[in-house]
């Protein structure tokens, strides 16, 4: 069932702690097959030296196991609520990757100050709020799903166009067109997150990054008039 | 003697290394056979290329070598007090990890700001005082043990939910149920030491974690009602 | 076509993420042949782990592709009016390495503090200005590199005194007699990069290099004085 | 000549980058043999994957090439100075380790702040003055010899007990009773320079650690009560 899927997610589960983004088994991700509205994640704290393509757990979009030996990523509501609400995601990404948890420790958002940033999200990553006890005693990670659905809603942000969020006290979630693109959004954000970190330290007064240069990177990359790369 | 445990503490002591927690050999790991009531602990100061396992020191609750051809580690009293004192733990690690060392110089206890450290510490992970001189001439390493178990009673704390402690002027001790959680404990502090530094770098301001979240993320990985893994 | 230079500027290219300067394919190195007046670059937005020297794109110094299966590097006008102005380049790359890319987003000048910096750089390494948005409109690659040009003229620097450039709000430029010096000189503008913005958090204070010292230093590895490496 | 000597330099010089103490040749270490009164250097400028133990050079304490078919390294003159100067040292090495030298760029001396340094260095590691023109005229390495004899003399330091210095805008030299302790002695610096810079920033008013500790931590593993090691 969904081999190739599948081997994607496992693969990508392999690539965070290779990209520095994971310690131990400290994050998942999932990637899903749209037709039949099934996505594929990783199982629950197993240990990455012995996991293999075929311990990856099916789930549906209400987050039951359809198939799988193993336990899913306890975070797996999260991921449904947003393949549930947002057509356009193929793969999610989670961890607790350095230094976009020290943004997310800090409740900040985090905003666009350079092209690095723009050649990837169209402007800040917001950082969601705490939950509420009430929605901690509903279901932490679905309600983890919503309180993202919220943020975006709120600001009226294009998903696809900021590819990642902050979780007040937690950590980022990033998502893309497929979970290879999950995982790159995720090294982008940390990468960015450090970045701005010691670009303030090192100059209280730096400015955001001027429209127009955020509009000409990302512009580039994404959208009809895109000239980067071989497409 | 005690040949399985030899493995692993001698695997435990590779694996600090392998973390990035120790360079040379400034670190030691142990483990304790409860039902002979020995431990097994590195020798002082051999390097990690040639060390077998069977150089391992085989060690008495009064910090008595029963086997071994090598001294052990200078720090192997420690190692004993915690462990006639503390009957839960079955494993200790020290190192001079980088982040959780930055702390213990600073003589601060380490606060939760985020989920990382919710994962695997409930609450603060406390700084214990400096010895006095009377301690030091006493026994040093006795002593540190000491001042550990003095910290956790002062300030009422269980032990095996708040895993490690941070000896000012000085780093990290780690514990846990086997050595394997305890070298695991030390990467998680290591990690939001480093996390924790840069949150308040880059927002003075920032809070702890409140303790709903918190609540929701120790007890979903510990306890009777955790769901995180396969058990 | 030009075999050699190809394998140059591919292995080029490898180097940037081995030396830690570049992640996925965020980055571009060339070089340039005087006497044909062509210069050849990696191709854009290409998997390096699949990548090939003839893979490599030959460029004239107009920006037109001259020979090449795939489309070159999206930067590739800024690298053609580099080599069409200054002779004496003979190599190009352009990375955003984390602790360069810093200097570059608070848009400051990185001094000269050490003499890291002096053995390679003689003196400050300037920081050029936002580009307008006539600018962008006209062709935002080509008037990088006019921007650049103009930041040197405007100092009166030599170019090979001071190999290398930040973008405010971008990144840094390197080049030199050939791509593997540009290369080296990316190397140490990320290090002496990372050691001022610390060496300023922990002494505010901090002065320039005296001139004695800078003088000394770049005059004993640079100029008909030289006494570094073996000629 | 000096065959066994030769390889003990070129594995120390290979432990340089291992250690990430240096990037590309950045870095030299030596040592001496007292009988013959000549020491082993690594040559000027070579890359160090094609280098082998023969290229090593052999000096006379007066700094003249005695045998070797590649010019010696340009700090040199600086290694002989000491080894005349100091009988008990045994090896030497200078590199440009980031954490270190950002020290040497304050111009601050490195204090003593934890056990870590006081495993290894008995007291703060002092930062010494920069050259004057009329010293650079005269020998800018072997006065930069002479600086560091300076430094130790008007302080009254023992030069095994402070086993190494910071130089001015310049950056770390180290030495032991033999090349390999010089080696470790520089990872040393480097870790506790990193260490102390976030220790302060994380806490301005971090204290240097209490003598008794300091006395305690270095006399366990130095002089004749020492009880670190198997010896």
Chains 1, 2, 3, 4 share one sequence.
């Not at 996505?39 to 629950?44: A, G, L, R, T, W």
């Not at 549930?84 to 990404?93: P, R």
Request: charged share 25%.
């Amino acid at each position: 069932m969904l081999e190739q899927l599948k081997e994607e997610v496992f693969n990508a589960n392999l690539d965070l702690p290779k990209q520095g983004l994971v310690k131990y088994t400290w994050g998942n991700a999932s990637a899903i097959d749209r037709e039949s509205g099934l996505f594929v994640i990783k199982p629950s704290g197993i240990d990455y030296e012995t996991m293999k393509p075929s311990d990856m757990v099916v789930i549906d979009l209400d987050g039951n196991v359809v198939e799988g030996d193993f336990r899913p990523s306890s975070d797996t509501a999260t991921h449904a609520v947003l393949y549930k609400h947002y057509q356009e995601i193929g793969g999610i990404v989670h961890t607790h990757s350095t230094w976009a948890t020290i943004w997310a420790q800090a409740g900040l958002d985090l905003p666009a100050m350079g092209t690095t940033h723009a050649d990837t999200f169209y402007g800040s990553i917001p950082c969601a709020r705490y939950l509420t006890q009430e929605e901690i005693d509903r279901g932490y990670e679905a309600e983890t799903g919503n309180v993202i659905i919220e943020t975006f809603e709120e600001r009226g942000l294009d998903i696809l166009a900021i590819p990642g969020v902050l979780l007040h006290g937690h950590g980022p979630f990033t998502w893309g067109k497929d979970v290879h693109s999950a995982v790159m959004n995720s090294v982008v954000l940390d990468e960015v997150a450090k970045m701005n970190l010691f670009t303030r330290e090192l100059n209280r007064f730096s400015e955001e990054l001027p429209q127009r240069i955020l509009d000409k990177h990302y512009l580039r990359k994404h959208g009809k008039n895109a000239y980067y790369g071989q497409k």
